[in-house]
Each structure stands twice: as structure tokens, then as C-alpha cells.
T-cell receptor, first 115, second 114 residues
Framework: GAVVSQHPSWVICKSGTSVKIECRSLDFQATTMFWYRQFPKQSLMLMATSNEGSKATYEQGVEKDKFLINHASLTLSTLTVTSAHPEDSSFYIC???????????FGNGTRLTVT | AQTVTQSQPEMSVQEAETVTLSCTYDTSESDYYLFWYKQPPSRQMILVIRQEAYKQQNATENRFSVNFQKAAKSFSLKISDSQLGDAAMYFCAPFVQGAQKLVFGQGTRLTINP
């Protein structure tokens, strides 16, 4: 149980375009989802916390207008990278939990390359 | 704010031997959980073990166990009978209930030598 699906696993886009990444909890309802970013050989950095039906809470230094997060249902959160630039190229990972006391379960990640 | 320190960027161990990965953290709150996650080359984050801060007994999951020293804010992971499949990046991560976020350490790359 506790499977989190992330799509796409790999995407290449041109500079200036927008890319949407989906994160789904397949067998549980996730009241909270988290979005992380990971640069090569580095740790995961929390970008934002997404609660169903409310606005996301962004970490300091993360541009909320650039990284749009929507959590419209208990099983789906999306991250849209708007007007992507090469420096946005990274590995993006979502995670979800069932309750406040549950461990986080992670998606497989999305490798974004902006050319 | 939470801070997490994993002082060993890389570790290696012979297959079938035991290795310990260290982690220290800092939080002013009393209600938190501690996790170890592994990230193999596939980059999938896999939960290894979890410890509730209010529990004195160290958590154990098969070959994986922790040494939780709350006063010292230390949370080390011991892997017994190391297997080739244990090779991965290991991240220590506290989850503070008040902050409601999981913060990761810098990671330790574990290599298993056959």
C-alpha cells in the first residue's frame, strides 16, 4: 500500500514554456503533499507544502509565481513550472502522507531538462 | 528551525559486515519523528526506518536498527549483514510536528564491497 505515482518521469522542454508535473496517491487519500527539488549529488530541498483545498505554503526563496502548485483533490497535486529556464533543470520529487503521524511516501521523481 | 548533519559524505563496507551511519539534528521542539530514507541509483526514495522521539526503545527493522540518543540529538543507523542491494544514498530526516515538514540531511553515499 501507500503508492505515490508521479508523471512524467522525464520531460524535456524549451526555454520559456511551461511544464506540469502530476503527483497522485493511488491507494490512499493524501491531505498533504510535499514537493522537493534535488540537484545532482545533493540532498532533497523542500519547495512547498500542499494541502488539499488550500493554497500551498512555499519555502523561503521559492518563487510561488514560477512554481505553481495545485492540490485540487485528496489524490492529486500538480506542480507547474512556468516560463521554464535552463536553471530550472532538476529532479523534482513529490511525496504524500495519509495522516499527520504517517511517514511520507515518495513518487519516482521527474527529471526536467530545459533547453 | 530544523538542522540536520550527516558528517559522513561517503562510507564503504564489505558485504556481510556491519556499518553505522551517523546523523545529528537540532530542534527546539519535543514532538517529532526521525526517519532514515535510502535513495538507490533509481532515485526512488525508500523508507528504511522510523523512530518516534517519545519512545526510548530504539527502532529495529530486520537488519536495520537505530541508536537514538535524544539528549545528544543523535540518530545513527546501523546496517547489519550488509548486502549489495544496500548500496545507496542514505538520508536522515527529522519531521517536527509543529513545523510539519520533513527536512533532509546532506546524505551519506554507502558502497558495499563484494
Amino acid at each position: 500500500g501507500a503508492v505515490v505515482s508521479q508523471h512524467p518521469s522525464w520531460v524535456i522542454c524549451k526555454s520559456g514554456t511551461s511544464v506540469k508535473i502530476e503527483c497522485r496517491s493511488l491507494d490512499f487519500q493524501a491531505t498533504t503533499m510535499f514537493w522537493y527539488r534535488q540537484f545532482p549529488k545533493q540532498s532533497l530541498m523542500l519547495m512547498a507544502t500542499s494541502n488539499e483545498g488550500s493554497k500551498a505554503t512555499y519555502e523561503q526563496g521559492v518563487e510561488k509565481d514560477k512554481f505553481l502548485i495545485n492540490h485540487a483533490s485528496l489524490t492529486l497535486s500538480t506542480l507547474t513550472v512556468t516560463s521554464a529556464h535552463p536553471e530550472d533543470s532538476s529532479f523534482y520529487i513529490c511525496s504524500a502522507r495519509l495522516t499527520v503521524n504517517s511517514p511520507l511516501h515518495f513518487g519516482n521523481g521527474t527529471r526536467l531538462t530545459v533547453t | 528551525a530544523q538542522t540536520v548533519t550527516q558528517s559522513q559524505p561517503e562510507m564503504s563496507v564489505q558485504e556481510a559486515e556491519t556499518v553505522t551511519l551517523s546523523c545529528t539534528y537540532d530542534t527546539s521542539e519535543s514532538d517529532y519523528y526521525l526517519f532514515w530514507y535510502k535513495q538507490p541509483p533509481s532515485r526512488q526514495m525508500i523508507l528504511v526506518i522510523r523512530q518516534e522521539a517519545y519512545k526510548q526503545q530504539n527502532a529495529t527493522e530486520n537488519r536495520f536498527s537505530v541508536n537514538f540518543q535524544k539528549a545528544a540529538k543523535s540518530f545513527s543507523l546501523k546496517i547489519s549483514d550488509s548486502q549489495l542491494g544496500d548500496a545507496a544514498m542514505y538520508f536522515c530526516a527529522p519531521f517536527v510536528q509543529g513545523a510539519q515538514k520533513l527536512v533532509f540531511g546532506q546524505g551519506t553515499r554507502l558502497t558495499i564491497n563484494p
